[in-house]
């Protein structure tokens, strides 16, 4: 019977670590500020409150308890399953905590397929934006101008708003020589669920001096596309463009966009993203 007592001491106290390193490793996450790598920004308090509460309920299950003769030992299939299990989850926490997270690169974009999602009705709209401030038109990122580039082809439209955006490389399969993507992903729930969107930029051998997931930021207006091989009839002709770091957060959100909805609107409530988000 003590045999029995120790296993099932074992098992009990095994799941209650496993419980304990994935809390931890979610905290560490959110206080590190990886964690929006993996979630959307608006579920990181929620998830901390749990993990919080979930730390507590383990605290909890430290307590003493009445012992039961009852009380189930795992069979020897159960014990080698659930030493794997605990393996796996170490590594897993070992390896986020020490690893920084990969961002989604041109590889899931290209398996996604960018601007494959329709457009938002939250959305900026062409009637907003043909009132906006030059201030809210500067401050568009990669997923406004997606949005709005699938609203309306009307190159007279864009006359006189220069688009400053920032986003990383992926190829164009019509003309990949003198076209590419400038991507992001954006998240509404997680990572799993991001969808690439992107802005078509026109650059002959532009992978001469620029190469594929790299992050460049991109000054310029939209135009007539001079490519002949390419259906889409509006792209991004850069005034400058320069190669520039990975932004903090690399991931654009839906919520970011569809506060600014109205761009012509003004009130302080409405926060513009920093200019690295673009």
């Keep these: 019977m003590w045999r029995s007592a120790i296993i099932s001491g074992i098992w009990r106290w095994q799941g209650l670590a496993l419980m304990t390193v994935s809390i931890v490793v979610s905290i560490w996450l ?3 500020g990886q964690l929006i790598r993996y979630i959307h920004p608006r579920y990181v308090l929620f998830t901390v409150i749990m ?3 979930g730390l507590a309920l383990v605290a909890a299950s430290f307590l003493p308890r009445a012992s039961h003769d009852h ?3 795992p069979s020897g299939t159960g014990a080698v399953l659930a030493g794997i299990a605990t393996a796996a989850t170490l590594t897993l926490a070992a390896t986020l905590m020490i690893l920084p997270p990969a961002t989604l690169s041109s590889a899931t974009a290209d398996q996604r397929v960018i601007n494959s999602t329709g457009v938002r009705t939250d959305g900026a709209s062409v009637d907003d934006v043909s009132s906006a401030t030059d201030a809210a038109v500067a401050s568009f990122s990669v997923l406004d101008w997606a949005s709005l580039l699938r609203q309306t082809s009307d190159v007279a439209f864009y006359d006189g708003k220069p688009a400053s955006v920032v986003g990383f490389i992926a190829r164009h399969p019509d003309d990949p020589e003198n076209m590419f993507y400038l991507s992001r992903f954006v998240i509404t729930c997680c990572a799993v669920d ?3 969107v992107g802005v078509l930029v026109y650059l002959e ?3 001469g001096t620029f190469a594929v997931d790299e992050w460049v930021a991109v000054e310029g207006g939209f135009g007539a596309n001079p ?3 390419s259906t889409q009839p509006i792209v991004l002709v850069p005034a400058d463009i320069i190669v520039t770091e990975q932004p903090t957060e690399p991931y654009l959100y839906w919520w970011a966009f569809s506060r600014r909805a109205c761009p012509a609107a003004t009130s302080s409530a409405v926060r513009s993203p920093p200019s690295w988000s673009r």
């Design 30 to 32: 959110a206080a590190t």
């Design 51 to 53: 993990a919080v509460i």
């Design 71 to 73: 009380d189930g030992r």
């Design 194 to 196: 991001a969808q690439p």
């Design 205 to 207: 051998n532009w992978e």
């Design 227 to 229: 490519s002949r091989q």
